[in-house]
């Protein structure tokens, strides 16, 4: 892009020589920029997911833990509880027959003998008393009885009767009693025997119980796989990062090979040459080139000569030797030095 010196004029050492149009390496060093950039923001974003993931996998498993833990649980409760509900239901069901049975052969057969009995005893109150009242009317119209004897006998034969009445709506009040109570027998037995049946069903709750704890085991078991996939990403992160670092590593490249688009000198010396005009193309120093010269400085103040000497001379001469040097383009300037290599 631009040569600044000329041949045969002297240069410093950091003076700017020439610059290499940078648009090309800044373009590569943008792009490798928004690479880097956008690989970090990748790599940061899969971190990020990753913790997310690990947080809820760990959630998940402590959960599938706590439900394996109580599905354990009930799974091995589960068959003593039917046991035991079928049991009790069975032995409701046995009392309430032995009730009903009771209520049968025991209680009513006494209860209604009773309740006859008093029956059949004010039935017969009822003839004494109607024999006797009418032994007393026959007796009062002879004269022999009062007339007070004759009413105290009627009043005798109508307590008789409601005597009679009352045990009779006993017995019936006893009778009904009876079908009432033993309605609510067959309504218990009903009962029971709908308890025992709901009992006997409900037994399929062990296999459920057993499917869901096997259930939990395989939640459990996809949880601690979940959570071995968030250490698989961990690896994929780290390729990631490895893909970060080897862009931050060209992008120092670049920005290096851009620093570089202006030449300066490195010493202080001589332009001996410029290889190179403004507008012609450079390659760089890389495997398969040693790079453009673009211009020859040297350092005029210590330089070396080489130069071919006899045998007979040569066997003479020693390493750190004086040397006087005479050059045909500076006859009058003499060049000094030592033998520094034979």
């Given at each position: 892009?631009?040569?600044?010196?000329?041949?045969?004029?002297?240069?410093?050492?950091g003076?700017?020589?020439?610059?290499?149009?940078?648009?090309e390496?800044?373009l590569?060093?943008?792009?490798?920029?928004?690479q880097?950039?956008?690989?970090?923001?990748?790599?940061?974003?899969?971190?990020?997911?990753?913790?997310?993931?690990?947080?809820?996998?760990?959630?998940?498993?402590?959960?599938?833990?706590?439900?394996?833990?109580?599905?354990?649980?009930?799974?091995?409760?589960?068959?003593?509880?039917?046991?035991?509900?079928?049991?009790?239901?069975?032995?409701?069901?046995?009392?309430?027959?032995?009730?009903?049975?009771?209520?049968?052969?025991?209680?009513?057969?006494?209860?209604?003998?009773?309740?006859?009995?008093?029956?059949?005893?004010?039935?017969?109150?009822?003839?004494?008393?109607?024999?006797?009242?009418?032994?007393?009317?026959?007796?009062?119209?002879?004269?022999?009885?009062?007339?007070?004897?004759?009413?105290?006998?009627?009043?005798?034969?109508?307590?008789?009767?409601?005597?009679?009445?009352?045990?009779?709506?006993?017995?019936?009040?006893?009778t009904?009693?009876?079908?009432?109570?033993?309605?609510?027998?067959?309504?218990?037995?009903?009962?029971?025997?709908?308890?025992?049946?709901?009992?006997?069903?409900?037994?399929?709750?062990?296999?459920?119980?057993?499917?869901?704890?096997?259930?939990?085991?395989?939640?459990?078991?996809?949880?601690?796989?979940?959570?071995?996939?968030?250490?698989?990403?961990k690896?994929?992160?780290?390729?990631?990062?490895?893909?970060?670092?080897?862009?931050?590593?060209?992008?120092?490249?670049?920005?290096?090979?851009?620093?570089?688009?202006?030449?300066?000198?490195?010493?202080?010396?001589?332009v001996t040459k410029?290889?190179?005009?403004?507008?012609?193309?450079?390659?760089?120093?890389?495997?398969?080139?040693?790079?453009?010269?673009?211009?020859?400085?040297?350092?005029?103040?210590?330089?070396?000569?080489?130069?071919?000497?006899?045998?007979?001379?040569?066997?003479?001469?020693?390493?750190?030797?004086?040397?006087?040097?005479t050059?045909?383009?500076?006859?009058?300037?003499?060049?000094?030095?030592?033998?520094?290599?034979?």
């Amino acid at each position: 892009k631009a040569l600044n010196v000329d041949e045969g004029g002297r240069v410093k050492a950091g003076q700017l020589v020439a610059i290499i149009d940078p648009r090309e390496t800044q373009l590569a060093v943008d792009q490798t920029s928004s690479q880097a950039d956008g690989a970090r923001s990748a790599a940061e974003r899969a971190q990020i997911e990753m913790e997310q993931r690990r947080l809820s996998a760990r959630s998940d498993l402590r959960s599938a833990n706590s439900r394996l833990l109580q599905a354990e649980e009930e799974s091995k409760a589960q068959p003593e509880l039917t046991r035991a509900a079928i049991a009790q239901a069975r032995t409701a069901l046995a009392s309430a027959q032995r009730e009903r049975e009771r209520l049968l052969q025991s209680a009513e057969p006494n209860q209604r003998f009773a309740a006859q009995s008093t029956i059949d005893e004010a039935k017969s109150n009822v003839a004494n008393t109607e024999a006797e009242l009418n032994r007393d009317k026959a007796l009062l119209a002879k004269g022999y009885v009062s007339q007070k004897q004759v009413e105290d006998d009627q009043l005798q034969v109508e307590l008789s009767h409601t005597r009679l009445q009352s045990s009779k709506d006993n017995y019936e009040s006893l009778t009904a009693g009876f079908s009432h109570e033993i309605a609510k027998a067959d309504q218990s037995i009903k009962q029971m025997q709908a308890a025992l049946d709901t009992a006997v069903a409900n037994s399929i709750q062990d296999r459920i119980k057993r499917e869901a704890y096997r259930s939990a085991v395989a939640d459990r078991d996809k949880s601690i796989v979940a959570l071995r996939d968030v250490d698989a990403m961990k690896k994929g992160i780290q390729q990631n990062w490895a893909t970060v670092r080897q862009l931050r590593s060209a992008l120092a490249d670049g920005q290096r090979n851009l620093g570089e688009t202006e030449l300066r000198s490195p010493i202080d010396g001589l332009v001996t040459k410029k290889d190179i005009r403004v507008g012609e193309l450079v390659t760089s120093i890389s495997g398969f080139s040693s790079g453009s010269p673009i211009v020859r400085i040297e350092d005029r103040q210590s330089m070396k000569v080489q130069l071919d000497v006899n045998e007979i001379d040569a066997a003479r001469m020693e390493i750190g030797m004086p040397v006087d040097v005479t050059v045909d383009a500076l006859p009058d300037t003499p060049l000094h030095g030592v033998v520094s290599k034979i």
